[in-house]
């Protein structure tokens, strides 16, 4: 049967800071809901707004999205057939995956759309604890949500980088170590003018997973445009890039002979380049040809922190709605930019590792 757009009954949008007030003020009020805390990974945003949307079934829902940075945002409402949650409210804080974890293993709390300062329930990531120096031990992973592919991107109109539409694993590596200093002719072009690269920071599972796929471990040279709208060293060094996929865009946009690293959600009307010789493609990712992927997953505290039973309900009804089959294969939200479990026929076991065939 096709996927068909699930609206959620009623969905009300106001200012932030007003649908959690009484919450925030009323501590008997408060009690009564079950309020859950995602942070996390950016990529997979719009899939879990949907579904969010889609779980509270109940009756009214309430949408109240920041002001300052739409990734964070609060879903109220309540879910069909499991009154004994009450008022639901998800929180969403998707400021990047590694950030989220480090959130969550150290309980730090984040502010959530309606003005509350909450330590996290969940992380959101395509990293695994182990890829960003973090015990795995303290964690519990609820997953695979979904397979996140990664893309090296230019600009669809820079002129400079019209002949340069692949990347070698070594390649790619030298890039993110010496860009700026390298020409463009090194990576297939003709011209001897140098390329940029325009990462991700250092809070975004992009980064850790791109560096882990093409095996680079140095100091990375990400670079930003001034006021003049000039290439310039990130003033950060190696702890700077860019906070979101948009925001890599437009950096590559605005230098011209940059390549720019992206989630596949991200890339928008630019031009991935192929990898090793195979073109970014849902289908070479569920084949196994295209390496750069890894596996979204939920990691919950599995000590201090951990979720209650009310909360861990929250929890597994949003990730069998991320994770149903018919919605991966047939969401227009998903196809394209994410690979669908169903259809994967390759596993790898650590972020950036070998892949090998299922049931092989």
């Known amino acids: ?29 408060r009690a009564q809901t079950t309020e859950v805390f995602f942070v996390g990974a950016r990529a997979s945003q719009t899939i879990l707004y949907y579904q969010a949307s889609n779980i509270l079934n109940g009756g009214t829902i309430t949408a109240n ?27 969403f804080s998707l400021l990047g995956g590694i ?53 090296f991107i230019k600009y669809p109109s820079a002129a400079l980088l019209s002949d340069v539409t692949n990347l070698t694993q070594r390649q790619a590596a030298y890039l993110e170590g010496a860009a700026g200093t390298v020409p463009i002719s090194f990576f297939g072009g003709t011209s001897t003018n140098p390329i940029y690269l325009v990462a991700r920071n250092t809070a975004s ?38 906070t979101s996929g948009s925001n890599v865009r437009a950096q590559v946009k605005a230098i011209g002979n940059a ?50 039973a009310a909360q861990y309900q929250v929890i597994t009804n949003l990730f069998s709605a991320v994770t149903n089959a018919n919605f991966q294969t047939n969401s227009s939200l998903f196809i394209g930019n994410f690979a669908p479990l169903s ?8 972020d950036g590792g070998p892949i090998t065939l299922l049931n092989n």
């Open 259 to 308: 390549i720019g690293t992206v989630a596949a959600s991200d890339i928008s009307s630019d031009t991935p380049l192929a990898y090793e010789g195979v073109p970014f493609a849902i289908t070479n990712v569920e084949n196994g040809s295209y390496p750069l992927w890894g596996y979204e997953n939920y990691y919950l505290n599995s000590g201090n922190g951990a979720p209650s």
């Open 1 to 29: 049967m096709p996927y068909t757009y699930k609206q959620p009954k009623i969905v009300k949008y106001i200012v932030a800071g007003l649908t959690l007030a009484g919450f925030a003020l009323n501590p008997s009020l």
């Open 205 to 242: 599972a992009v980064r850790t997973e791109i560096d882990a796929n093409i095996y680079f471990t140095g100091t990375i040279s990400t670079w930003v445009t001034n006021s003049g709208g000039l290439p310039i060293p990130d003033p950060l060094g190696a702890l700077g890039g860019q």
């Open 343 to 350: 259809g994967l026929q390759v596993t790898r076991s650590t």
């Open 99 to 151: 950030e989220g974890l480090q959130d969550l293993a150290n309980q730090n709390s984040e502010s959530t759309a309606g003005g509350l300062n909450l330590a996290p329930t969940v992380a959101v990531s395509s990293a695994s604890p182990g890829a960003v120096g973090l015990p795995v031990s303290p964690f519990t992973v609820l997953g695979p949500t979904l397979v996140v592919p990664y893309a």
């Open 65 to 91: 999205i920041s002001p300052t940075n739409s990734t964070v945002r609060d879903y109220t409402g309540t879910i069909a057939g499991q009154s004994s949650l009450g008022t639901v409210t998800i929180h």
